[in-house]
C-alpha cells in the first residue's frame, strides 16, 4: 500500500490535504483526507452525504490498517510541508 497523491490544501476548513491510496494489487482508492482535530492529525476515508443529510464513510477501513495508513499520511504531509517552507527560504 502507498499513498499514490496527496495534495495539502490551505484553507478554512479542518481539512489540511487530500490524499489518494494504491494498493499492491492496484487498486487505486481516491478521496481520503488529512483532518485537524482537537487530539491532532486523522484521516478520513471518502464520505458521501446520504438522503437524511448525514455523511457516510465510502470504504471501511480496519483499525490496524488506518493506523498505518495514518502514519503513512502524516509522514508525506509533514515531508511536504517541510519542502514547501524549504522552498520559501529560498533567495532569488
Known amino acids: 500500500m502507498k499513498i ?18 494504491e494498493t499492491e494489487e492496484g487498486f487505486n482508492m ?10 491532532g492529525l486523522f484521516i478520513s476515508p471518502p464520505r458521501e452525504k ?9 470504504i471501511y477501513v480496519p483499525k490496524q490498517l488506518k493506523e498505518q495508513l495514518t502514519q503513512m499520511a502524516l509522514s508525506m504531509y509533514n515531508e ?3 519542502q514547501a ?5 529560498t533567495p532569488f
Request: glycine share 8%; aromatic share 14%.
Open 50 to 58: 446520504g438522503k437524511d443529510d448525514k455523511y457516510y464513510d465510502r
Open 85 to 89: 517552507a524549504a522552498d520559501d527560504t
Open 30 to 39: 481516491k478521496g481520503f483526507t488529512l483532518v485537524e482535530g482537537e487530539n
Open 4 to 21: 499514490s497523491r496527496m495534495n495539502p490544501f490551505e484553507g478554512s476548513s479542518k481539512a489540511v490535504a487530500f490524499f489518494d491510496v
Open 80 to 82: 511536504s510541508k517541510s
